[in-house]
Protein backbone atom coordinates (compact mmCIF):
# COMPACT_ATOMS: atom_id res chain seq x y z
CA UNK A 1 0.00 0.00 0.00
CA UNK A 2 3.07 2.47 1.11
CA UNK A 3 4.21 1.86 -2.52
CA UNK A 4 1.32 2.17 -4.30
CA UNK A 5 0.75 5.42 -2.35
CA UNK A 6 4.48 6.47 -3.51
CA UNK A 7 3.54 5.85 -7.37
CA UNK A 8 0.55 7.38 -7.12
CA UNK A 9 2.22 10.48 -5.59
CA UNK A 10 5.28 10.18 -8.42
CA UNK A 11 2.19 9.86 -11.22
CA UNK A 12 0.51 13.23 -9.75
CA UNK A 13 4.48 15.55 -9.83
CA UNK A 14 4.76 14.29 -13.22
CA UNK A 15 1.55 15.62 -14.04
CA UNK A 16 1.72 18.69 -12.79
CA UNK A 17 5.20 18.88 -14.15
CA UNK A 18 4.02 18.27 -17.56
CA UNK A 19 1.08 21.15 -17.01
CA UNK A 20 3.92 23.56 -16.12
CA UNK A 21 5.93 22.90 -18.66
CA UNK A 22 3.05 23.10 -21.55
CA UNK A 23 2.01 26.26 -19.74
CA UNK A 24 5.72 27.56 -20.24
CA UNK A 25 5.95 26.13 -23.90
CA UNK A 26 2.90 28.26 -24.86
CA UNK A 27 4.15 31.31 -23.14
CA UNK A 28 7.65 30.84 -25.12
CA UNK A 29 5.43 29.96 -28.16
CA UNK A 30 3.32 33.28 -27.58
CA UNK A 31 4.58 36.69 -29.70
CA UNK A 32 2.87 38.61 -27.08
CA UNK A 33 1.65 38.48 -23.54
CA UNK A 34 0.22 40.29 -20.75
CA UNK A 35 -1.60 38.20 -17.79
CA UNK A 36 -2.05 41.89 -15.88
CA UNK A 37 -1.29 39.88 -12.73
CA UNK A 38 1.20 42.87 -11.78
CA UNK A 39 0.45 46.14 -12.28
CA UNK A 40 0.42 48.27 -15.89
CA UNK A 41 2.28 51.17 -14.75
CA UNK A 42 5.72 51.21 -16.12
CA UNK A 43 4.66 48.55 -19.09
CA UNK A 44 1.75 50.36 -20.33
CA UNK A 45 1.01 54.54 -21.48
CA UNK A 46 -1.52 56.62 -20.70
CA UNK A 47 -2.55 58.93 -23.42
CA UNK A 48 -1.75 62.67 -21.95
CA UNK A 49 -4.50 64.17 -24.71
CA UNK A 50 -6.39 66.46 -22.37
CA UNK A 51 -9.95 64.42 -23.74
CA UNK A 52 -8.91 61.20 -22.51
CA UNK A 53 -9.42 61.69 -18.69
CA UNK A 54 -10.20 58.29 -18.09
CA UNK A 55 -8.66 56.38 -14.90
CA UNK A 56 -7.14 53.26 -15.45
CA UNK A 57 -6.66 50.74 -12.51
CA UNK A 58 -5.33 47.51 -11.84
CA UNK A 59 -8.12 45.64 -10.38
CA UNK A 60 -9.25 41.78 -9.24
CA UNK A 61 -11.58 40.54 -11.66
CA UNK A 62 -15.19 40.41 -9.49
CA UNK A 63 -15.51 37.34 -7.48
CA UNK A 64 -11.66 36.09 -8.51
CA UNK A 65 -8.03 36.47 -7.01
CA UNK A 66 -7.22 37.46 -10.97
CA UNK A 67 -6.23 40.60 -12.01
CA UNK A 68 -6.97 42.71 -15.04
CA UNK A 69 -6.95 46.23 -16.62
CA UNK A 70 -10.29 48.35 -15.12
CA UNK A 71 -12.49 51.30 -16.97
CA UNK A 72 -13.54 52.98 -13.50
CA UNK A 73 -15.53 55.55 -14.45
CA UNK A 74 -18.77 56.33 -17.04
CA UNK A 75 -18.89 58.69 -19.23
CA UNK A 76 -15.53 59.14 -19.86
CA UNK A 77 -12.69 58.32 -22.58
CA UNK A 78 -10.08 56.16 -21.88
CA UNK A 79 -6.91 55.45 -24.18
CA UNK A 80 -3.68 53.41 -23.13
CA UNK A 81 -1.14 51.68 -25.14
CA UNK A 82 1.46 48.90 -24.85
CA UNK A 83 4.25 49.02 -27.79
CA UNK A 84 5.28 44.92 -28.64
CA UNK A 85 9.12 44.49 -28.56
CA UNK A 86 8.78 44.01 -32.36
CA UNK A 87 6.62 44.48 -34.81
CA UNK A 88 4.16 42.04 -35.97
CA UNK A 89 3.92 41.00 -39.62
CA UNK A 90 0.69 39.41 -40.38
CA UNK A 91 1.49 38.46 -43.88
CA UNK A 92 3.35 35.46 -42.61
CA UNK A 93 1.70 32.27 -41.39
CA UNK A 94 -1.27 32.10 -39.09
CA UNK A 95 -1.70 35.03 -36.77
CA UNK A 96 -4.00 34.84 -33.67
CA UNK A 97 -5.17 37.62 -31.53
CA UNK A 98 -7.01 37.18 -28.25
CA UNK A 99 -8.17 38.63 -25.08
CA UNK A 100 -10.75 38.29 -22.43
CA UNK A 101 -13.16 41.05 -21.15
CA UNK A 102 -15.99 41.40 -19.07
CA UNK A 103 -19.05 43.53 -18.61
CA UNK A 104 -19.14 43.05 -15.01
CA UNK A 105 -21.92 45.61 -14.46
CA UNK A 106 -23.75 43.67 -17.77
CA UNK A 107 -24.35 45.37 -21.08
CA UNK A 108 -25.19 49.32 -21.26
CA UNK A 109 -23.16 51.42 -23.75
CA UNK A 110 -19.43 50.68 -23.84
CA UNK A 111 -17.01 49.24 -25.82
CA UNK A 112 -14.20 47.02 -25.33
CA UNK A 113 -12.04 46.57 -28.43
CA UNK A 114 -8.36 46.90 -29.07
CA UNK A 115 -6.66 48.70 -31.43
CA UNK A 116 -3.70 46.91 -33.39
CA UNK A 117 -1.85 49.88 -33.93
CA UNK A 118 0.76 50.27 -37.08
CA UNK A 119 4.52 51.54 -36.18
CA UNK A 120 5.05 54.36 -34.54
CA UNK A 121 6.69 56.12 -38.36
CA UNK A 122 3.15 55.99 -39.74
CA UNK A 123 2.60 59.14 -37.19
CA UNK A 124 1.68 58.97 -33.89
CA UNK A 125 3.13 58.60 -30.54
CA UNK A 126 2.58 56.85 -27.11
CA UNK A 127 1.54 59.88 -24.53
CA UNK A 128 -0.46 60.81 -27.75
CA UNK A 129 -2.34 58.09 -28.71
CA UNK A 130 -5.88 58.82 -29.78
CA UNK A 131 -8.70 57.92 -31.69
CA UNK A 132 -6.41 59.13 -35.03
CA UNK A 133 -3.83 57.01 -34.30
CA UNK A 134 -2.89 55.09 -37.04
CA UNK A 135 -3.87 51.10 -36.79
CA UNK A 136 -4.43 48.02 -39.02
CA UNK A 137 -6.67 46.06 -37.30
CA UNK A 138 -9.99 46.97 -34.34
CA UNK A 139 -11.13 43.90 -32.76
CA UNK A 140 -13.20 43.59 -30.27
CA UNK A 141 -17.07 43.76 -28.50
CA UNK A 142 -19.05 46.71 -29.15
CA UNK A 143 -22.67 47.76 -28.04
CA UNK A 144 -24.51 50.75 -27.59
CA UNK A 145 -28.05 51.53 -28.58
CA UNK A 146 -28.68 49.71 -32.07
CA UNK A 147 -25.05 49.08 -32.17
CA UNK A 148 -24.61 44.87 -30.51
CA UNK A 149 -21.14 43.54 -32.59
CA UNK A 150 -18.03 42.50 -32.23
CA UNK A 151 -15.87 44.47 -34.91
CA UNK A 152 -13.14 43.14 -36.82
CA UNK A 153 -12.08 46.33 -39.41
CA UNK A 154 -9.32 45.88 -41.46
CA UNK A 155 -7.26 49.09 -42.64
CA UNK A 156 -5.68 49.02 -45.51
CA UNK A 157 -3.79 51.37 -48.11
CA UNK A 158 -4.50 51.19 -51.78
CA UNK A 159 -1.48 51.02 -53.41
CA UNK A 160 -3.02 52.97 -56.12
CA UNK A 161 -4.44 55.98 -54.68
CA UNK A 162 -2.09 55.82 -51.47
CA UNK A 163 -5.49 56.31 -48.95
CA UNK A 164 -5.91 53.78 -46.35
CA UNK A 165 -9.16 52.44 -46.30
CA UNK A 166 -11.72 50.45 -43.39
CA UNK A 167 -12.82 47.31 -44.19
CA UNK A 168 -15.47 45.90 -41.94
CA UNK A 169 -16.65 42.24 -41.53
CA UNK A 170 -20.34 41.77 -42.72
CA UNK A 171 -22.64 40.80 -40.48
CA UNK A 172 -20.21 40.47 -37.33
CA UNK A 173 -21.34 38.37 -33.94
CA UNK A 174 -23.12 39.53 -31.53
CA UNK A 175 -21.84 40.55 -27.61
CA UNK A 176 -23.07 37.93 -25.22
CA UNK A 177 -25.38 40.34 -22.82
CA UNK A 178 -24.41 39.03 -19.09
CA UNK A 179 -21.78 39.78 -16.79
CA UNK A 180 -19.44 36.94 -17.18
CA UNK A 181 -15.58 36.93 -18.52
CA UNK A 182 -15.33 35.99 -22.01
CA UNK A 183 -12.69 35.49 -24.20
CA UNK A 184 -12.76 37.17 -28.07
CA UNK A 185 -10.46 35.26 -30.86
CA UNK A 186 -9.72 36.56 -34.10
CA UNK A 187 -7.41 33.94 -36.56
CA UNK A 188 -5.91 35.14 -39.41
CA UNK A 189 -5.03 32.49 -42.10
CA UNK A 190 -2.53 32.29 -44.57
CA UNK A 191 -5.36 31.03 -47.50
CA UNK A 192 -7.11 34.60 -46.53
CA UNK A 193 -10.18 33.02 -43.87
CA UNK A 194 -11.25 34.90 -40.53
CA UNK A 195 -12.66 33.22 -38.09
CA UNK A 196 -13.70 35.00 -34.97
CA UNK A 197 -14.25 32.96 -32.00
CA UNK A 198 -15.91 33.83 -28.75
CA UNK A 199 -15.49 31.34 -25.54
CA UNK A 200 -13.50 29.06 -28.21
CA UNK A 201 -16.65 28.74 -30.34
CA UNK A 202 -16.66 29.95 -33.55
CA UNK A 203 -19.06 32.52 -34.44
CA UNK A 204 -18.34 34.08 -37.90
CA UNK A 205 -15.96 32.88 -40.76
CA UNK A 206 -15.38 35.06 -43.62
CA UNK A 207 -12.62 35.32 -46.73
CA UNK A 208 -10.88 38.42 -46.92
CA UNK A 209 -10.99 38.48 -50.69
CA UNK A 210 -14.64 37.85 -50.56
CA UNK A 211 -16.70 40.84 -51.75
CA UNK A 212 -20.00 39.61 -49.16
CA UNK A 213 -17.67 39.16 -46.28
CA UNK A 214 -15.99 42.98 -46.14
CA UNK A 215 -17.47 45.89 -46.79
CA UNK A 216 -16.07 48.06 -48.73
CA UNK A 217 -14.27 44.78 -50.64
CA UNK A 218 -10.62 44.63 -50.28
CA UNK A 219 -10.30 44.25 -53.93
CA UNK A 220 -11.92 47.67 -55.53
CA UNK A 221 -14.35 47.22 -58.81
CA UNK A 222 -12.98 47.02 -62.08
CA UNK A 223 -14.81 49.72 -63.46
CA UNK A 224 -16.60 52.64 -61.49
CA UNK A 225 -19.56 55.27 -62.55
CA UNK A 226 -18.20 58.34 -64.63
CA UNK A 227 -17.99 61.06 -61.86
CA UNK A 228 -17.81 63.73 -64.32
CA UNK A 229 -20.81 62.49 -66.68
CA UNK A 230 -24.14 65.00 -65.97
CA UNK A 231 -27.11 63.31 -66.75
CA UNK A 232 -28.67 65.52 -69.87
CA UNK A 233 -30.87 68.39 -69.04
CA UNK A 234 -33.72 66.84 -71.25
CA UNK A 235 -33.37 63.36 -69.55
CA UNK A 236 -37.03 62.96 -68.61
CA UNK A 237 -37.17 60.02 -66.36
CA UNK A 238 -40.74 60.42 -64.92
CA UNK A 239 -42.77 57.14 -65.56
CA UNK A 240 -46.07 58.47 -65.51
CA UNK A 241 -47.35 62.80 -65.67
CA UNK A 242 -50.11 64.47 -65.23
CA UNK A 243 -52.46 63.92 -68.10
CA UNK A 244 -51.93 67.48 -70.12
CA UNK A 245 -55.53 66.81 -71.76
CA UNK A 246 -57.60 66.50 -68.58
CA UNK A 247 -59.73 69.02 -67.87
CA UNK A 248 -61.11 69.97 -64.24
CA UNK A 249 -65.19 68.96 -64.37
CA UNK A 250 -67.44 72.39 -64.11
CA UNK A 251 -69.14 71.14 -61.02
CA UNK A 252 -66.26 70.61 -59.50
CA UNK A 253 -65.93 73.02 -56.39
CA UNK A 254 -62.41 72.63 -54.23
CA UNK A 255 -63.90 75.17 -51.86
CA UNK A 256 -66.61 73.38 -50.41
CA UNK A 257 -66.14 72.32 -46.80
CA UNK A 258 -65.22 68.84 -45.85
CA UNK A 259 -67.58 69.23 -43.05
CA UNK A 260 -71.13 71.30 -42.70
CA UNK A 261 -73.65 71.50 -39.81
CA UNK A 262 -76.64 68.89 -39.42
CA UNK A 263 -79.71 71.55 -40.36
CA UNK A 264 -81.83 68.54 -39.36
CA UNK A 265 -80.81 68.28 -36.16
CA UNK A 266 -83.01 69.66 -33.35
CA UNK A 267 -81.34 70.96 -29.38
CA UNK A 268 -82.78 68.10 -27.04
CA UNK A 269 -85.52 69.24 -24.22
CA UNK A 270 -84.10 69.99 -21.47
CA UNK A 271 -80.83 72.04 -22.58
CA UNK A 272 -79.61 74.19 -20.15
CA UNK A 273 -78.72 77.11 -22.26
CA UNK A 274 -77.80 79.70 -19.75
CA UNK A 275 -75.64 77.12 -17.39
CA UNK A 276 -71.80 76.78 -17.45
CA UNK A 277 -70.43 73.28 -17.53
CA UNK A 278 -67.83 74.27 -14.56
CA UNK A 279 -69.17 76.92 -11.52
CA UNK A 280 -66.87 77.99 -8.93
CA UNK A 281 -66.58 75.74 -5.98
CA UNK A 282 -69.31 77.12 -3.66
CA UNK A 283 -67.30 75.45 -0.30
CA UNK A 284 -63.53 76.91 -1.50
CA UNK A 285 -62.22 79.55 0.49
CA UNK A 286 -59.63 82.17 0.21
CA UNK A 287 -56.40 81.46 1.88
CA UNK A 288 -55.55 83.28 4.83
CA UNK A 289 -52.12 84.13 3.38
CA UNK A 290 -53.37 85.37 0.01
CA UNK A 291 -51.93 88.34 -0.92
CA UNK A 292 -54.10 90.50 -3.65
CA UNK A 293 -51.18 92.25 -4.23
CA UNK A 294 -48.65 90.15 -4.60
CA UNK A 295 -50.93 86.88 -5.83
CA UNK A 296 -53.18 88.00 -7.78
CA UNK A 297 -56.90 88.25 -7.40
CA UNK A 298 -58.08 85.01 -5.59
CA UNK A 299 -60.32 82.83 -7.35
CA UNK A 300 -62.43 79.92 -6.50
CA UNK A 301 -61.03 76.45 -7.91
CA UNK A 302 -63.67 75.11 -10.64
CA UNK A 303 -66.22 72.31 -10.17
CA UNK A 304 -68.87 70.55 -12.32
CA UNK A 305 -72.40 72.09 -12.25
CA UNK A 306 -74.55 69.72 -10.82
CA UNK A 307 -77.29 70.51 -12.81
CA UNK A 308 -75.94 69.40 -15.42
CA UNK A 309 -75.68 65.86 -14.64
CA UNK A 310 -79.01 64.78 -15.17
CA UNK A 311 -79.73 67.74 -18.15
CA UNK A 312 -78.97 66.63 -21.45
CA UNK A 313 -76.17 69.36 -21.67
CA UNK A 314 -75.40 72.86 -20.81
CA UNK A 315 -74.26 76.13 -22.27
CA UNK A 316 -75.06 77.41 -25.93
CA UNK A 317 -76.38 74.35 -27.96
CA UNK A 318 -74.87 74.56 -31.20
CA UNK A 319 -75.54 71.43 -34.33
CA UNK A 320 -73.58 68.70 -35.06
CA UNK A 321 -71.34 68.54 -38.02
CA UNK A 322 -71.97 65.98 -41.00
CA UNK A 323 -70.49 65.15 -43.87
CA UNK A 324 -70.55 67.42 -46.65
CA UNK A 325 -71.67 65.52 -49.94
CA UNK A 326 -70.11 67.68 -51.89
CA UNK A 327 -67.04 68.08 -50.76
CA UNK A 328 -64.66 67.00 -53.68
CA UNK A 329 -61.53 68.78 -52.15
CA UNK A 330 -58.77 69.52 -54.65
CA UNK A 331 -58.88 68.47 -58.38
CA UNK A 332 -55.73 66.71 -59.74
CA UNK A 333 -55.56 65.63 -63.18
CA UNK A 334 -54.76 61.65 -63.56
CA UNK A 335 -51.56 60.04 -64.09
CA UNK A 336 -50.84 58.65 -67.24
CA UNK A 337 -47.79 57.08 -69.44
CA UNK A 338 -44.99 59.06 -70.10
CA UNK A 339 -44.59 59.44 -73.72
CA UNK A 340 -40.85 61.01 -73.33
CA UNK A 341 -40.39 58.42 -70.40
CA UNK A 342 -36.33 57.31 -71.36
CA UNK A 343 -35.70 55.17 -67.98
CA UNK A 344 -33.78 55.75 -65.03
CA UNK A 345 -30.17 57.76 -65.64
CA UNK A 346 -27.19 56.65 -64.63
CA UNK A 347 -23.64 57.50 -65.66
CA UNK A 348 -21.53 55.22 -67.87
CA UNK A 349 -18.73 53.03 -66.10
CA UNK A 350 -15.08 53.80 -66.76
CA UNK A 351 -12.28 52.01 -65.64
CA UNK A 352 -11.87 52.48 -61.67
CA UNK A 353 -8.09 54.32 -61.64
CA UNK A 354 -7.74 53.01 -58.34
CA UNK A 355 -8.34 49.00 -59.00
CA UNK A 356 -5.79 46.92 -57.96
CA UNK A 357 -5.63 43.12 -57.59
CA UNK A 358 -3.87 41.15 -54.66
CA UNK A 359 -3.60 37.66 -53.18
CA UNK A 360 -3.89 37.98 -49.86
CA UNK A 361 -4.61 41.70 -48.25
CA UNK A 362 -1.67 44.47 -47.64
CA UNK A 363 -1.50 44.09 -43.83
CA UNK A 364 0.49 46.54 -42.55
CA UNK A 365 3.07 44.87 -39.78
CA UNK A 366 1.51 45.80 -35.87
CA UNK A 367 3.85 47.42 -33.25
CA UNK A 368 1.55 48.38 -30.40
CA UNK A 369 -1.61 47.10 -28.39
CA UNK A 370 -3.83 50.08 -28.01
CA UNK A 371 -7.36 50.64 -25.67
CA UNK A 372 -9.41 53.71 -27.16
CA UNK A 373 -12.87 53.82 -26.08
CA UNK A 374 -15.13 55.70 -25.53
CA UNK A 375 -17.84 54.43 -22.30
CA UNK A 376 -21.07 55.27 -21.11
CA UNK A 377 -20.55 52.86 -18.46
CA UNK A 378 -17.70 52.06 -16.53
CA UNK A 379 -16.56 48.26 -14.75
CA UNK A 380 -15.16 46.70 -17.92
CA UNK A 381 -12.38 44.44 -17.49
CA UNK A 382 -9.54 43.78 -19.83
CA UNK A 383 -7.54 40.60 -19.49
CA UNK A 384 -5.04 37.88 -20.83
CA UNK A 385 -3.74 39.85 -24.10
CA UNK A 386 -2.36 37.50 -26.29
CA UNK A 387 -0.79 37.29 -30.04
CA UNK A 388 0.42 34.32 -31.04
CA UNK A 389 1.29 32.16 -34.13
CA UNK A 390 -0.36 29.37 -33.93
CA UNK A 391 -4.10 28.66 -32.75
CA UNK A 392 -3.64 25.99 -30.44
CA UNK A 393 -1.32 27.97 -28.47
CA UNK A 394 -4.46 30.12 -27.77
CA UNK A 395 -6.65 27.54 -27.34
CA UNK A 396 -4.04 26.55 -24.67
CA UNK A 397 -4.63 30.01 -22.64
CA UNK A 398 -8.60 29.54 -23.09
CA UNK A 399 -8.42 26.61 -21.58
CA UNK A 400 -5.31 28.04 -18.48
CA UNK A 401 -6.65 31.75 -18.08
CA UNK A 402 -10.34 31.96 -19.08
CA UNK A 403 -12.21 28.70 -18.82
CA UNK A 404 -11.65 28.35 -14.74
CA UNK A 405 -13.16 31.55 -14.31
CA UNK A 406 -15.85 31.00 -17.03
CA UNK A 407 -17.14 27.78 -14.78
CA UNK A 408 -16.79 29.89 -11.68
CA UNK A 409 -19.14 32.32 -12.85
CA UNK A 410 -21.67 30.45 -14.24
CA UNK A 411 -22.11 28.53 -11.51
CA UNK A 412 -22.61 31.38 -9.72
CA UNK A 413 -25.00 33.15 -11.95
CA UNK A 414 -27.04 29.81 -12.23
CA UNK A 415 -27.32 30.26 -8.51
CA UNK A 416 -28.37 33.76 -8.26
CA UNK A 417 -31.17 32.51 -10.79
CA UNK A 418 -32.09 29.70 -8.37
CA UNK A 419 -32.27 31.95 -5.77
CA UNK A 420 -34.19 34.84 -7.82
CA UNK A 421 -36.99 31.85 -8.93
CA UNK A 422 -38.17 31.19 -4.82
CA UNK A 423 -41.62 31.81 -4.12
CA UNK A 424 -42.42 29.69 -7.51
CA UNK A 425 -41.48 32.38 -9.79
CA UNK A 426 -38.44 32.62 -12.09
CA UNK A 427 -36.34 35.78 -12.87
CA UNK A 428 -37.56 35.68 -16.23
CA UNK A 429 -41.39 35.51 -14.85
CA UNK A 430 -40.98 38.26 -12.09
CA UNK A 431 -39.75 40.79 -14.73
CA UNK A 432 -42.77 39.86 -16.93
CA UNK A 433 -44.80 40.24 -14.05
CA UNK A 434 -43.42 43.63 -13.36
CA UNK A 435 -43.58 44.74 -16.86
CA UNK A 436 -47.60 43.91 -16.71
CA UNK A 437 -48.38 45.55 -13.93
CA UNK A 438 -46.87 48.67 -15.26
CA UNK A 439 -49.17 48.27 -17.86
CA UNK A 440 -51.99 48.10 -15.64
CA UNK A 441 -51.30 51.83 -15.04
CA UNK A 442 -51.19 52.81 -18.17
CA UNK A 443 -54.16 55.74 -18.65
CA UNK A 444 -56.26 54.22 -21.52
CA UNK A 445 -55.90 51.12 -20.20
CA UNK A 446 -57.77 52.07 -16.58
CA UNK A 447 -61.20 50.42 -17.94
CA UNK A 448 -59.16 47.33 -17.72
CA UNK A 449 -57.41 47.57 -14.73
CA UNK A 450 -59.03 45.23 -12.46
CA UNK A 451 -59.02 42.23 -15.30
CA UNK A 452 -55.47 42.70 -16.00
CA UNK A 453 -54.23 42.48 -12.16
CA UNK A 454 -57.00 39.11 -11.71
CA UNK A 455 -54.79 37.74 -14.43
CA UNK A 456 -51.30 38.59 -13.12
CA UNK A 457 -52.80 37.20 -9.59
CA UNK A 458 -53.67 34.08 -10.67
CA UNK A 459 -50.61 33.65 -12.69
CA UNK A 460 -48.66 34.11 -9.76
CA UNK A 461 -50.41 31.57 -7.88
CA UNK A 462 -49.76 29.36 -10.85
CA UNK A 463 -46.68 30.17 -12.52
CA UNK A 464 -47.23 27.42 -15.52
CA UNK A 465 -50.21 29.88 -16.39
CA UNK A 466 -47.48 32.85 -17.30
CA UNK A 467 -48.11 32.20 -21.11
CA UNK A 468 -51.74 31.86 -21.32
CA UNK A 469 -52.06 35.07 -18.97
CA UNK A 470 -49.22 37.10 -21.51
CA UNK A 471 -51.54 35.87 -24.50
CA UNK A 472 -55.03 37.04 -22.46
CA UNK A 473 -53.36 40.81 -21.55
CA UNK A 474 -52.20 40.70 -24.89
CA UNK A 475 -56.04 40.19 -26.37
CA UNK A 476 -57.69 43.02 -23.67
CA UNK A 477 -54.63 45.55 -24.61
CA UNK A 478 -55.38 44.82 -28.50
CA UNK A 479 -59.40 45.44 -27.37
CA UNK A 480 -58.72 48.84 -26.05
CA UNK A 481 -56.74 49.65 -28.63
CA UNK A 482 -59.59 48.88 -30.84
CA UNK A 483 -61.91 50.25 -28.86
CA UNK A 484 -60.06 53.72 -28.45
CA UNK A 485 -59.32 54.15 -31.92
CA UNK A 486 -63.35 52.80 -33.04
CA UNK A 487 -65.37 54.16 -30.45
CA UNK A 488 -66.51 57.67 -31.41
CA UNK A 489 -66.84 60.89 -29.84
CA UNK A 490 -69.37 61.14 -27.84
CA UNK A 491 -71.95 63.44 -29.64
CA UNK A 492 -75.03 65.60 -27.90
CA UNK A 493 -78.62 64.21 -28.14
CA UNK A 494 -80.34 65.31 -30.88
CA UNK A 495 -84.00 65.00 -31.78
CA UNK A 496 -84.16 63.93 -35.29
CA UNK A 497 -87.12 65.06 -37.87
CA UNK A 498 -86.89 61.96 -40.19
CA UNK A 499 -85.33 58.41 -39.97
CA UNK A 500 -82.81 59.88 -42.81
CA UNK A 501 -81.55 62.59 -40.49
CA UNK A 502 -81.34 59.87 -37.59
CA UNK A 503 -78.89 57.67 -39.83
CA UNK A 504 -76.85 60.90 -40.84
CA UNK A 505 -76.45 61.70 -36.92
CA UNK A 506 -75.40 57.93 -36.06
CA UNK A 507 -72.78 58.43 -38.68
CA UNK A 508 -71.23 61.37 -37.24
CA UNK A 509 -71.54 59.79 -34.19
CA UNK A 510 -68.26 57.75 -34.99
CA UNK A 511 -66.13 60.47 -36.01
CA UNK A 512 -63.56 60.94 -33.41
CA UNK A 513 -62.80 60.27 -29.49
CA UNK A 514 -64.28 61.12 -26.29
CA UNK A 515 -62.35 63.86 -24.07
CA UNK A 516 -60.82 62.22 -20.93
CA UNK A 517 -63.79 63.88 -19.25
CA UNK A 518 -66.23 62.50 -20.36
CA UNK A 519 -65.10 58.72 -20.31
CA UNK A 520 -64.19 59.14 -16.50
CA UNK A 521 -68.15 60.61 -15.40
CA UNK A 522 -69.28 57.72 -17.80
CA UNK A 523 -67.06 55.07 -15.80
CA UNK A 524 -68.35 56.65 -12.72
CA UNK A 525 -71.97 56.76 -13.31
CA UNK A 526 -71.75 53.05 -14.92
CA UNK A 527 -70.70 51.53 -11.67
CA UNK A 528 -73.06 54.04 -9.41
CA UNK A 529 -76.03 52.89 -11.52
CA UNK A 530 -76.84 56.08 -12.17
CA UNK A 531 -78.22 58.02 -15.33
CA UNK A 532 -76.89 57.95 -18.69
CA UNK A 533 -74.06 60.22 -18.82
CA UNK A 534 -74.75 64.05 -19.86
CA UNK A 535 -73.71 65.26 -22.99
CA UNK A 536 -71.42 67.98 -23.51
CA UNK A 537 -72.15 70.99 -25.81
CA UNK A 538 -70.14 70.29 -28.76
CA UNK A 539 -66.63 72.27 -29.38
CA UNK A 540 -65.84 74.39 -32.23
Known sequence: MIMMGHFALLVFLAFASMQLLCIAADHDAAIFYDSFEEP??????VSDKDDYKGIWEHSKSEGHDDYGLLVTEKARKYAIVKELEEPVNLRDGTTVLQYEARFQNGLECGGAYLKYLR???AGWKPKEFDNGSPYSIMFGPDICGLTNKVHFILKQKNPKSGEYVEH???DPPRVPSDKLSHVYT??????????????GEVKKKGNFLSAQDFDPPITPAKTIPDPNEKKPEDWDDRVRIPDPNAVKPDDWDENAPMEIEDMEA???EGWLDD????????EATKPEDWDDEEDGVWEAPKIDNPKCQTAPGCGEWKRPMKRNPAFKGIWNPPLVDNPNYKGIWKPRDIPNPNYFELDKPYFDPIAAIGIEIWTMQEGIL???ILIAKDENVAESYRDTTWKPKFVVEKEKQKAEEEAAGSDDLGGFQKTVFDVLYKFADIPFLSKYKLQILDFIEKAEKQ???TIGVLVSIVVVILTAIFMLIFSGKKQPRVEKKTEAAADTSNDQGSSGEKPAEEEKEEEKENETGGAAPRQRRRDT
Open 186 to 199: AILKPDNEISILID
Open 168 to 170: HLI
Open 40 to 45: FNGRWI
Open 382 to 384: FDN
Open 275 to 282: ESEEIDDP
Open 266 to 268: VKP
Open 463 to 465: PNL
Open 119 to 121: PQE
